[in-house]
């Protein structure tokens, strides 16, 4: 087994994420994994991602608060959709996903994704 304490987390920058603060986990520096990395973001109100696609899968959960997840396919319109506490959705490889904070709150979420993936 291998434990990280959120206070011994390391903040990584990750980019196009505006006013968000985010911690490894567990897997790359954080430790030992073969198969998936998972970090964590604390998003400050006005916070954002950049309207991104992948070509892996991105599993989300949000921690605390709420958040609009925005979502756009290839060839499809933008969604756009409130997550709050507890909630999770799923990437898809190739598809576009924006996070935002349009609260008054600090929101965190989990991400998990393949461990060969950095952003």
């Known amino acids: ?3 990280t304490r959120i206070e011994s987390a390391k903040t990584y920058q990750a980019p196009n994420h505006d006013h968000m603060t985010c911690f490894r986990l ?3 520096e954080a430790g030992p994994s073969s198969q998936m990395w998972m970090g964590m973001s604390v998003i400050e109100p006005g916070g954002q991602t950049g309207l991104n696609d992948s ?4 599993i989300y959960f949000v921690v605390e608060g709420e958040l609009i997840f925005i ?4 060839q499809e319109d933008k969604s756009e ?3 709050k506490s507890h909630d999770s959705c799923i990437f898809a490889p190739g598809e576009k996903r924006q996070l935002v904070n349009r609260s008054n ?3 965190k979420v989990i991400l998990v994704m393949p461990l060969n993936v950095i952003s």
């Open 1 to 3: 087994m291998h434990i």
């Open 26 to 28: 567990q897997g790359m």
């Open 55 to 58: 070509p892996f899968e991105k």
């Open 71 to 74: 979502s756009e396919m290839p």
């Open 81 to 83: 959709v409130v997550l």
């Open 105 to 107: 709150s600090v929101a």
